[in-house]
């Protein structure tokens, strides 16, 4: 309909046309069409990158939003190295929006920064990968600082990344204190909210585990990841179909210890 649509009055409809094309691309990499979900996103990135050279104050953060979830798309077709310039392409912008409107950009760029990370560290750059991490964390631990209630959740994932990161990097010590650090904002996220926030903290105390082990304290390690269990095992009593997996793995993790 927005194809037809736009073809008649392209400048009243073309932007609902890339943002159908966004949500199609969506549906059909969940339904297991990956390389059509691929083309789709590259429709809608084209489209936006036309609209935002006409309009960029207009256009500029669609596109930076396309680049992302296309970037996806292209890593799951097995094109890392573009999915990686495509991330790279998409925090350009944010940082650039972020410039001039930090107070609504700012948090896009820290996302854009997470999924930048990943891709680098998938095409071999861990070192680049931890630094684009680190700056994410930065950037959240602020905005935290300035509305927990909004962006504290955000500040513990991006803690979790980035003791993977420093883990990867040959930090072993700091990726035990980052993951510390992601497990006390989750507890305490978990006691004020505990059916939001309990999952999350479950996966943080099953990496700490790791963590734990690694850096030469194996007792601790087992009382966190049975505190993991004990978490899991709850959850999954409640909703078996969403925690059942995750217990299972939390079980395997005990096993390890």
């Excluded at 896009?108 to 560290?121: E, K, P, Q, R, V």
């Amino acid at each position: 309909i927005r194809r037809k649509l736009a073809e008649h009055n392209p400048a009243a409809h073309t932007p609902d046309l890339a943002a159908s094309l966004n949500n199609l691309a969506n549906h059909l990499n969940n339904n297991g069409q990956q390389r059509e979900a691929l083309t789709t996103a590259q429709e809608a990135v084209t489209i936006r990158r036309k609209l935002a050279e006409h309009n960029p104050a207009a256009h500029t953060p669609d596109l930076a939003m396309s680049l992302n979830n296309l970037a996806i798309y292209l890593d799951g077709n097995g094109q890392p190295h573009d999915a990686l310039q495509t991330a790279q392409e998409a925090t350009n912008l944010y940082r650039t929006l972020a410039e001039h409107n930090p107070g609504i950009y700012t948090p896009d760029l820290a996302s854009s920064l997470i999924n930048l990370a990943t891709y680098l560290d998938g095409n071999g750059q861990p070192h680049e990968a931890l630094q684009t991490a680190q700056e994410a964390v930065t950037i959240r631990r602020k905005l935290a600082e300035h509305n927990p209630a909004a962006h504290t959740p955000d500040l513990a994932m991006s803690l979790n990344n980035l003791a993977t990161y420093l883990d990867g990097n040959g930090q072993p010590h700091d990726a035990l204190q980052t993951a510390q650090e992601a497990v006390t904002i989750r507890r305490k996220l978990a006691e004020h909210n505990p059916a939001a926030h309990t999952p999350d903290l479950a996966m943080s105390l099953n990496n700490l585990a790791t963590y734990l082990d690694g850096n030469g304290q194996p007792h601790e390690a087992l009382q966190t990841a049975q505190e993991a269990v004990t978490i899991r095992r709850k959850l999954a009593e409640h909703n078996p179909a969403a925690h059942t997996p995750d217990l299972a793995m939390s079980l395997i993790n005990l096993a390890n210890r």
